[in-house]
């Protein structure tokens, strides 16, 4: 087996003197921090009285899985002989709040290979990177990829 390790730090900025003494007595923002990289400000879903300016964990968990499924994307694309040359993402996630968790993730890549490259087989490499992609298979609900290839 080998281990990887993590670690983050998460402040709560959002005292505003009171502390937790109710429900609206506090702010619910935070600054994400890790080690040698610069800082991110996070808040609740504006939903839950959060800061829409900021990012919130929901955002952070489908960040997550379009990055890692483009990582392991361009990964496979490298070793068998696919040139990409451009990758967006516009993914998207579906909470259920009466549940009290996600019950759906849509990645919607669309990749611009080179001139050269089998449009075909970068199409497939989709399916391999979801195979792969280690926070995919942490979820306990259904990811899905809807990939486009064009060629430049």
């Not at 997550?64 to 040359?85: E, I, P, R």
Request: proline content about 3%; overall charge negative; aromatic content about 10%.
């Amino acid at each position: 087996m080998k281990l990887h390790h993590y670690r983050t730090r998460i402040e709560w900025t959002g005292n505003r003197g009171e502390g937790t003494t109710g429900y609206t007595a506090y702010d619910r923002a935070y600054t994400v921090s890790a080690y040698g990289k610069p800082d991110i400000e996070g808040s609740a879903d504006p939903a839950f009285r959060g800061d829409a300016s900021r990012w919130n964990p929901e955002e952070f968990l489908l960040a997550g899985l379009s990055a890692c499924h483009k990582l392991w994307y361009l990964h496979l694309c490298a070793v068998n002989g696919v040139t990409v040359m451009a990758y967006e993402d516009e993914s998207e996630a579906v909470m259920d709040e009466t549940a009290g968790r996600f019950v759906s993730a849509r990645l919607k890549p669309r990749v611009m290979v080179s001139a050269g490259s089998d449009v075909e087989k970068a199409l497939a490499l989709h399916h391999d990177a979801h195979k792969a992609c280690f926070i995919a298979n942490s979820v306990n609900f259904p990811v899905t990829c809807e990939a486009e290839v064009i060629q430049a």
